[in-house]
Structures are given as C-alpha cells and as structure tokens.
C-alpha cells in the first residue's frame, strides 16, 4: 500500500504487487500504477504486476443518506487536515450544521475526490470505472462512518452490488 511514486518503484523493483492508496492521494494514482507497471521486474515475489486501489467507500440505501454519511467524512478529514482532535467519527447531527470557508470548501470539494459515495448502483459503477482507470484487479473499500451499523449496511450494499 503506498500513495506515491516511490512506494509504486519499490513495489516494482522488488517484484511485488501494489495498491495505491486513493483514499489517502486522490491525485496521480493512475499513472503511478502505470509506471508501476512499466517498471515491474519479475522476482520471486510475483511473475507479473499485481495492482490494487483502495479508496473511501460510503454506500447506502438513498443518495441522501450516502450524502449524510459523506458530510460526516467530509468533517472528519477536514478536522485532520487541521489538527483538530476529534473523540472518534462525529454524529451527522453534530455536524450537519456547520459552515465552511471557501478555502475548507475547496478541501472538501477535494477530498472528495478520494470517496465513492451513492447507492449500490451508483457506488458498483463507480467502482468499476476506477478500477478500469486503474488497471487495477482488486479494491479495497474504506468506509468510516459513525454508526457501526452504518459502516455494516455499507459493505452490505457492497456485496449486493457485486453478487450478480
């Protein structure tokens, strides 16, 4: 697991697969596995690249609802970026309220661009469309949430979305 070009080098040099950490850089990861590729020599690790994604995944009955789960994640990372000590991941309640600068409305705006958010369908398109983007054979979900049962229905859906 590595969000940049070196960790992709030294994957590929040790023959080792690897998976970009989208959730953490949303931004390169593309042709960071590309070059990965590219440079990947066979060892006793693995005879050909192995690649992977992993990125935030909040997947729920309703668009509202997979919107609420977003805005708590949107908080959740903004509050990190700013050194803001949280106790654990917020309620939607305790932050459904909030206002935020344009500065933290462009982070947000970024930051979400290291999320799959929406209904089963939308979020197994998605996921489907990065895996392609990426050349990638499997994806790890990342899901934070509140509520357990939250974070449970979401890999729910997941499954759903994926058994057929």
Known sequence: LGSSGE??????????????AHF??????????????????????GDTPRAAVAVFV???DTE???????AV????????EQGIPL?????????RENTYSPYEQ???ADNRNRMIVGTKEQVKEQ??????AYGAEEIMAVTITHHFEDKLHSYRLLQEAFAN
């Not at 953490?24 to 690790?45: A, C, H, M, W």
């Not at 106790?87 to 932050?95: H, M, N, R």
């Not at 996921?127 to 392609?132: I, V």
């Open 7 to 20: 960790s992709a080098l030294l994957a590929a040099e040790s023959g080792a697969g690897y998976m970009f």
């Open 24 to 45: 953490i850089n949303g931004e390169g990861g593309e042709d960071t596995v590309r070059q990965y590729k590219r440079r990947f020599k066979p060892s006793v690790l």
């Open 58 to 60: 909040l997947c729920a």
């Open 64 to 70: 509202e609802k997979a919107e609420e789960l977003a």
């Open 73 to 80: 994640l949107d908080f959740t990372l903004l509050a990190g």
């Open 87 to 95: 106790e654990g991941v917020p309620s939607f309640e305790a932050v």
């Open 106 to 108: 462009r982070r947000i």
């Open 127 to 132: 996921l489907l469309a990065l895996s392609k």
